[in-house]
């Protein structure tokens, strides 16, 4: 069912015009055709036709559905699924079977929604362009000659080629909102902490958050209200689960932009060109749009990589050979064993991240980088709470280009890095983030626009993200 959102879907499940079985099997028909796009690296087809011949009986016996019934969904090869294999996309983890389900899998699943498969992604989540995989790369549906951004550009596909209703990725430092730019998708990223990272394979703790991806921000929103809240299997999450939101227009706001940022050489002509139409058409809208002076910006982009890098070094020491996971077959000793098995189950990528992690949190240089980092981290946080004082949003292009070229940036890891510029920030800082894509360069790439809000400001987001969708 194309396009439908989701409580157009649920209408027509309740009225008997279609049926949750009906809607599987069409899915699954969808990912047999698109397989060549390698969203997929495993497909529920046995489980997806059992929930949905459970949900139809419930709706046949008039009894109580879950808010998401009938409602297929995709889940990030990171996110853990009971039963199920999850490898984040890495053959280091290549057969390993979770034992347990992530909180929003479990949550999911109690409101009735259909888990139809785990999707590709850059390998530990990290990239941004879905170059990365152990299993080779997402095509971006609209152009197969390009990437689909990353991490979670198999998330992005799934919801552009209508593989799925909606997705599940997570975000380090743009992992959602950078591929939803990229496939013309909204993509959501809730404030640190909003949702459990209890069953998300950590690539850096402090940073990753699940969200996802959706063809409009009501239904962004309707998944976010079914995985947020507090879990005690995470002690970062938030106390407060969100009521249902109530998203309404609002009438005059005050939005913030960097005039460092849109001046920046780095920028695509088309995609500063839609920004200051954005800009324009806020105003003629009736809202105040102001560029303010962000003199940190520079440090935005290495400060994220000391610190997610720091964090990958160790999350990720925990897959030696040993424990589970890949063991190499060419290990002599038990030393060999170790270096052998990461040396041959990781990727490059990895390996140069978790290389320069181990480097700056290193004796003679941790005051030098990491601890630096950190005092940074804290005065971004600082002056976007002086921000958001006078603004209610924070609005920039969600990345400095439209979808690049495989291979485009590969042999150039600073300009692959630099792709982030602009949505690493709500990941430092915390901040609820969302990508819109309200616009098209002259070859029909989709641009995406970022708004940030403060922190569990979630439905005033989501309330005026709507209002421009359904205007533009």
Do not use: W
């Amino acid at each position: 069912m194309p396009n439908k959102n989701i409580s157009e879907i649920q209408s027509e499940l309740k009225s008997g015009t279609t049926t949750s079985l009906a809607i599987v099997e069409n899915f699954l028909k969808e990912i047999e055709n698109k397989k060549h796009l390698n969203a997929y690296l495993e497909v529920f087809s046995e489980d997806a036709i059992l929930q949905a011949k459970a949900i139809d009986l419930k709706i046949k016996n008039l009894e109580k559905l879950g808010s998401l019934f009938g409602i297929v969904v995709g889940i990030k090869d990171n996110i853990c699924f009971k039963g199920h294999k999850v490898s984040a996309a890495s053959k280091i983890l290549e057969g390993f079977e979770s034992i347990y389900s992530a909180t929003v899998v479990e949550k999911l699943l109690k409101e009735d929604a259909i888990i139809i498969g785990r999707l590709n992604c850059d390998e530990f989540a990290m990239g941004s362009s879905n170059e990365n995989s152990a299993y080779g790369n997402v095509l971006n549906a609209i152009d197969e000659t390009r990437t689909p951004g990353g991490s979670s550009g198999g998330s992005a596909v799934a919801v552009q080629a209508n593989l799925c209703h909606v997705s599940l990725g997570s975000d380090t430092g743009g992992s959602i909102r950078q591929p939803a730019s990229f496939c013309g998708v909204v993509g959501m990223k809730p404030t640190y902490g909003r949702v459990s990272r209890y069953g998300l394979i950590a690539f850096a703790s402090s940073f990753d958050q699940i969200g996802s991806f959706a063809h409009s921000v009501a239904d962004a929103a309707k998944v976010l209200e079914v995985i947020a809240g507090k879990d005690a299997n995470d002690s970062t999450s938030i106390q407060n689960t969100p009521e249902p939101y109530v998203l309404k227009p609002l009438e005059k706001v005050k939005i913030a932009y960097f005039k460092q940022a849109i001046n920046s050489e780095g920028i695509n002509p088309e995609v500063k060109q839609s920004f200051l139409d954005l800009i324009t058409r806020l105003e003629s809208e009736g809202h105040s749009v102001d560029a303010i002076d962000f003199p940190v910006l520079d440090y935005l982009i290495p400060t994220y990589y000391v610190l997610s890098t720091a964090e990958a070094s160790s999350n990720l020491s925990r897959y030696d050979g040993v424990h589970y996971g890949f063991r190499s077959p060419n290990a002599a000793n038990m030393e060999e064993v170790y270096t052998k098995s990461r040396s041959e189950g990781f990727g490059k990528e990895v390996k140069n991240r978790i290389l320069l992690g181990t480097f700056v949190l290193s004796a003679g240089y941790y005051d030098a980088y990491y601890t630096k980092a950190q005092k940074v981290r804290r005065l971004l946080k600082d002056r976007m709470n002086d921000v958001y004082k006078n603004y209610d949003f924070l609005v920039s292009p969600t990345a400095p280009n439209p979808a690049f070229k495989f291979g485009e940036k590969t042999n150039d890891p600073v300009a692959m890095y630099l792709e982030d510029i602009y949505t690493v920030l709500a990941n430092l800082v915390g901040n609820p983030a969302i990508s819109l894509p309200l616009y098209t360069t002259k070859a029909g790439l989709p641009i995406g626009m970022q708004f940030m809000a403060n922190d569990l400001e979630e439905e005033k987001l989501f309330s005026f993200a709507q209002q421009l969708e359904l205007s533009k």
